[in-house]
């Protein structure tokens, strides 16, 4: 069984001011590009049976920057649907609701098309998506190029913990961590890795 791992993308300038980033599709920094290229020696010893990526730019940009080869892009691997609160930072949600937790209550709807999730849909998402990359596990190690909320999901399911439980494991951007197995069952083997 092969190993999973998670590429958080590189800064941009709202995961440096703490605003909630999904469908805004905003550029890497220059240190968010230094980042994704300072991964590289991580990645380069390994193939992968299946490279995916989100759709979104920062994503695939990281991924090519970091010389991930043959990536292909995936919607499901799109970051949490933020809703109303897309570019705005919990300091700011809090203003209004003292008690909020993305982790618990998800968003309020946003403008059409975007109506926001809750930790239950991302979960689904994230369990559609496990059991889509699942049979390429079998056959090697598995790389997604993601977002950081979407990706401590991924990682709390496939330890078989309920989606808020993605609250526990903190994401830097620009990191790798590696999901492996230990007697056959899900482990975290690696987290937050840096060069």
């Known amino acids: 069984m092969g ?49 995916l990526a989100s759709p979104m730019n920062r994503a695939i940009r990281t991924a090519e920057l970091a010389g991930i080869n043959g990536v292909v892009a995936d919607p499901d691997l799109h970051e949490w649907d933020y809703g109303a609160y897309e570019g705005v930072t919990t300091v700011d949600i ?27 849909q991302v979960g689904r998402r994230a369990d559609r998506l496990l059991a889509r990359v699942a049979p390429a596990l079998l056959d090697g190690d598995v790389m997604l190029v993601a977002h950081g909320h979407f990706l401590r ?31 056959e069952r899900p482990v975290i083997a690696e987290w937050n890795a840096r060069p």
């Not at 605003?19 to 193939?47: N, V």
């Open 3 to 51: 190993d999973l791992l998670l590429v958080r993308h590189g800064e941009t300038e709202w995961s440096v001011s703490g605003q909630h980033t999904s469908w805004t599709d905003l550029p890497l920094t220059q240190h968010g590009e230094e980042q994704a290229k300072s991964l590289a020696p991580l990645l380069s010893s390994r193939t992968f049976a299946l490279a």
């Open 94 to 120: 809090h203003r209004t609701r003292p008690d909020w937790y993305l982790w618990t209550d998800g968003v309020p709807p946003g403008p059409e098309g975007h109506p926001g999730e809750s930790p239950e």
């Open 153 to 183: 999901v991924v990682t709390a399911r496939r330890l078989g913990l309920p989606p808020a439980d993605g609250r526990l494991f903190q994401l830097a951007t620009g990191t790798v961590s590696r999901l492996s197995t230990e007697h």
